[in-house]
Nanobody, 123 residues
Framework: QVHVEESGGGSVQSGGSLRLSCLISGLSLNDYAIAWFRQAPGKQRELISCTSSYDGVTGYADSVKGRFIASVDNGANALVLQMNRVEPEDTALYLC????????????????WGQGTQVTVSS
């Protein structure tokens, strides 16, 4: 059974940095589409990054491009999100999701989700 657990959230000042981790257990990170989402109160869930195992390429939402970096740590079986130059608009619950049945983000249907980790950015 696949288990997804996020960690690393907290409070940070605008302009600062934060590093989130998503630990995957129950499967090895070989074939996958793995993503970070976020959900702010009163807003729709937003896909902010997705990494395809097919080519190792990560795509980003415009809202975080150039500031956030997602990377897969195969040794730790984890997905990491390095958040730089954070803004108050980045305040949200950050969730990780994986689809191990595909190697392309375009075809992902995420069945395994974590509970999320809260990030709060103060101005």
């Amino acid at each position: 059974q696949v288990h997804v657990e996020e960690s690393g959230g907290g409070s940070v000042q605008s302009g600062g940095s934060l590093r989130l981790s998503c630990l995957i257990s129950g499967l090895s990170l070989n074939d996958y589409a793995i993503a970070w989402f976020r959900q702010a109160p009163g807003k729709q869930r937003e896909l902010i990054s997705c990494t395809s195992s097919y080519d190792g390429v990560t795509g980003y939402a415009d809202s975080v491009k150039g500031r956030f970096i997602a990377s897969v740590d195969n040794g730790a079986n984890a997905l990491v999100l390095q958040m730089n130059r954070v803004e108050p608009e980045d305040t949200a619950l950050y969730l990780c999701a994986i689809d191990p049945t595909t190697t392309h983000c375009d075809y992902a249907d995420y069945a395994s989700w974590g509970q999320g980790t809260q990030v709060t950015v103060s101005s």
